[in-house]
Every structure is written in C-alpha cells, then in structure tokens.
C-alpha cells in the first residue's frame, strides 16, 4: 500500500489528556524536553495555566504540535507506519515542516508559538466582528441561497460534499445558524480568531515577516497541499503554501483527489482528530489509521487467571 501521513487541522483538545501524554509517553517527553529549550520556558507548565476556554493559546498550539511529532514517530516505530507523502491542512502544515526535516524541530516549535503570538495580536485589532463558522448536511445547491443573505462572507473551506466552512460577521451568526438549520444543516462550531479568508491579506503580510526568519529546506518527502492538491518538492513552493494558507481555503476534496491520483490508498492521521479521519470523503477513499491519544495512552486488558 502507499501510505500518506496526514497531521490535522487544530481542534478543541482536553488538556488533561494532552498534558498527561507529554508528561508520561516516553517519545512525548523527549519531544516536550527540547521544546522546553527552544522555548525558554517549560511547555507542560504554560499549557496548564493557558486559559480554558482559549483554544488558540501559545502552549496549547505548541503543545498539540510536539504530541502530532511523537504520535507520528510513534506510528512509525510501533506500528509500521512508512508514509511517502505528507500532508497537513490548516495548523498541520506546521509539524509537516519539521516531520518532512524543512525545518528542524526546535525552529518549528519556535515558529508556532511565534505564528500564534502575531496571530493573537493581529486578530485583536483586526477583524474583530468576524468568525468562521463551520457546518454539515448542506449540500452545494442549498449553500447559495444560504450565502446570498449575508452582507459579507467567503468561503473558508470545502471539507466535503456537504461540508463548509464560511467566514462572516459574527453580528450575522445567529441568523445563519437558523438559516442551516432551516436548509436541514448542522451547525459544528465557530471559530474565533476566524481563518483562511481573502481579505486577511494584513495577517499574511505579517506572517511573511515571521517565515522570512526561517530558512526552509527541501522537505524529504513530498507534501500535497490542502489548498489545491499540488504536490509540493521544493522550499519556495512549501513557503508560499505556507502564507496563502492564511487567505486560502482549505479544500480537502482537492487534496483526495490528488492523493488518489499518486496512488495513496491509506492514511496514517496522527494527532489529536475530530474531523479529517471521519469525513465521507477521507472514509471513501482510504485506509485510514487514527492515532490519538486515546489510541496511544490505552493500557492493554489484563486477562483474569481463569481466562485463557
């Protein structure tokens, strides 16, 4: 089989969890020592008092970046996992730098906290009345009229056949809540700061600043992006995904059919995952392995002395 690691967009995590993983997962805590130096300060302290309800806090991105680096090296080592393609929609992208060695893992640790801290900044000046929420069940002839409504929007992700993601203002939330409800939709969540819109174009000028004081180097496999599927061999083509994935969409049909087209037939999703392991799309056309946390930290069932 040819395999595809895939690193997942960022998604509400329990912090008990992800903290207990660092802490005691032996690869997790060699990855959660040299973060602790590239940052300066320890990882697993800062994520604990990171506020609860701040989903995009510094320690909380770090922190779900190295357990995606010691899940992958884990899937490796204990479950054979030999990818031959990378790919990493949204945050993802970041530990597909340093899983692919385009960049070493202290300068993407340093990265991240970095993105999140101007992200944060930016976000709290800017675009304050805007949020990307995202939503099922509303297949693309119904999605029009949904959108037609709206005073301003763009379309921040495709995930699946009836799968949206759509920034707008947060003033015309509640209404298009009702709205896909009413079109026979599901409401998932909203995001705050929002992402991956066309008029974030101030957001990406800035991130061009942060990337520019890092040096990419040719990832040793090749990565697809998760905005158009193209296959990416080169550290030129890797940065300007990098940056246009702030006013890009995510298009995961896209990215599918590519992987199809180079002959993936299993995916090896690591990382903490409620969403691109379970859609249609993904079900349809891989085999695919979650490896999580709960995957990982599982003890084996001891057997009762009468059992065989």
Not at 68 to 91: D, H, K, Q, T, Y
Not at 122 to 146: K, M, N
Not at 206 to 221: I, N, Q
């Amino acid at each position: 089989m040819t395999a595809a690691i895939v690193f997942p967009a960022l998604s509400p995590v329990r912090r008990n969890d992800l903290g207990t993983f660092l802490m005691i997962h032996p690869i997790a805590r060699r990855l959660l020592a040299e973060a602790d130096d590239a940052l300066g300060y320890h990882l697993a302290d800062a994520l604990a008092d990171a506020p609860e309800d701040d989903d995009y806090a510094e320690p909380v991105q770090v922190a779900v970046l190295v357990a995606c680096l010691a899940l992958a090296e884990w899937a490796e080592e204990r479950l054979g996992a030999a990818p031959e393609f990378c790919v990493g929609p949204s945050f993802g992208e970041r530990a597909a730098l340093a899983y692919t060695g385009a960049l070493p893992f202290a300068d993407t640790v340093r990265l991240v906290d970095e993105i999140a801290r101007v992200e944060r900044r930016y976000f709290a000046a800017e675009h304050r009345d805007v949020v990307t929420h995202s939503f099922v069940r509303v297949p693309d002839e119904r999605l029009g009229p949904l959108l037609a409504g709206l005073e301003w929007h763009d379309i921040s992700g495709r995930l699946d056949a009836d799968f949206h993601m759509v920034s707008l203002r947060e003033a015309e939330l509640a209404g298009f809540k009702a709205a896909i409800s009413e079109a026979g939709g599901y409401s998932l969540y909203t995001m705050r700061p929002p992402a991956h819109a066309s008029a974030f174009t101030g957001i990406r000028a800035r991130m061009e600043e942060v990337y520019a004081r890092h040096t990419l180097s040719a990832p040793r496999m090749p990565v697809v992006s998760y905005q158009d599927g193209a296959v990416l061999t080169g550290p030129g083509e890797l940065r300007a995904c990098l940056l246009d994935g702030f006013v890009r969409p995510i298009r995961w049909i896209d990215t599918v059919r590519s992987l199809r087209e180079l002959g993936v037939d299993r995916l090896w999703v690591t990382g903490p995952d409620a969403m691109f392991s379970r859609l249609r799309t993904t079900a349809a056309n891989f085999d695919v392995e979650l490896c999580d946390l709960r995957r990982v930290m599982v003890r084996p069932r001891r057997l009762s002395p009468a059992s065989g």
